[in-house]
């Protein structure tokens, strides 16, 4: 079965310093990987979208950047938060095949301070 | 632009009776939805969901209907339990996109 890894749970960062989110997958291999954030009062929104290895799609431009330097994994970065950055990150896998859910992990809570 | 809107962001529901989520979608391409059940501090978990080629599609207490002309998708819980309470985010997807598009949540409470 699959199973989606995201670290950590919970993250307080102050402004201006770097960030790293790492989700792993198991279970599958060539996953579509995404990253969401629900902001406060708000929806899922997805930031990034991942096909393969190194490559990225990225679906709102802000402070945040991504990678997948290998296949069943993505990260979540930035050089320098935000506050605006604080909310709630969720990585999913989703095999884009018609009929299947994705499956989420169980996310990081990031308050920039 | 908002592909997929979910239009209450809460509702407030009695132990026992049916509580009535509703999604409406924009994008004609979308050809399957999701509903995702989220509790605080959690990623979502699936909950149910429907081809477009259906119409309804039931499982225990959770039923999903689409109506593809309105474009419209609504879940229904019967009976709603306290355990009930949650958002709830519909999802839909287009499969030649390979992702899912979510709207904004629902928040649900069923009072005992």
């Known amino acids: 079965s699959q199973t989606i890894h995201q670290w950590p749970a919970t993250l307080v960062q102050p402004v201006g310093s770097p960030l790293s989110l790492e989700c792993t997958v198991e279970?599958?291999?060539?996953?579509?990987l995404y990253w969401y954030r629900q902001a406060a009062g708000r929806g899922l929104q997805l930031l990034f979208y991942s096909v393969g290895i190194g490559q990225i799609s990225s679906e709102v431009p802000q402070n945040l950047s991504a990678s997948r330097p290998q296949d069943r994994q993505f990260i979540l970065s930035s050089k320098k938060l935000l506050l605006s950055d604080s909310g709630f990150y969720l990585c999913?896998?989703?095999?884009?095949?018609?009929?299947?859910?994705?499956?989420f992990g169980q996310g990081t809570r990031l308050t920039v301070v | 632009d908002q592909q997929v809107k979910q239009n209450s962001p809460s509702l407030s529901v009695q132990e026992g009776r049916i509580s009535i989520l509703n999604c409406d979608y924009t994008?004609?391409?979308?050809?399957?939805f999701l509903w995702y059940k989220k509790y605080p501090a959690e990623g979502p978990t699936f909950l149910i969901s429907i081809s477009s080629i259906k119409d309804k599609n039931e499982d225990g207490r959770f039923t999903v209907f689409l109506n593809k002309s309105a474009k419209h998708l609504s879940l229904h819980i019967v009976p709603s339990q306290p355990g009930d309470s949650a958002v709830y985010f519909c999802?839909?997807?287009?499969?030649?996109?390979?992702?899912?598009?979510f709207g904004g949540g629902t928040r649900l409470m069923v009072k005992p």
């Open positions: 999913a896998w989703f095999d884009g095949a018609l009929e299947t859910e994705a499956f």
């Open positions: 999802a839909a997807n287009n499969n030649a996109g390979n992702m899912l598009t």
């Open positions: 279970g599958t291999s060539n996953p579509n």
């Open positions: 994008n004609s391409m979308f050809d399957y």
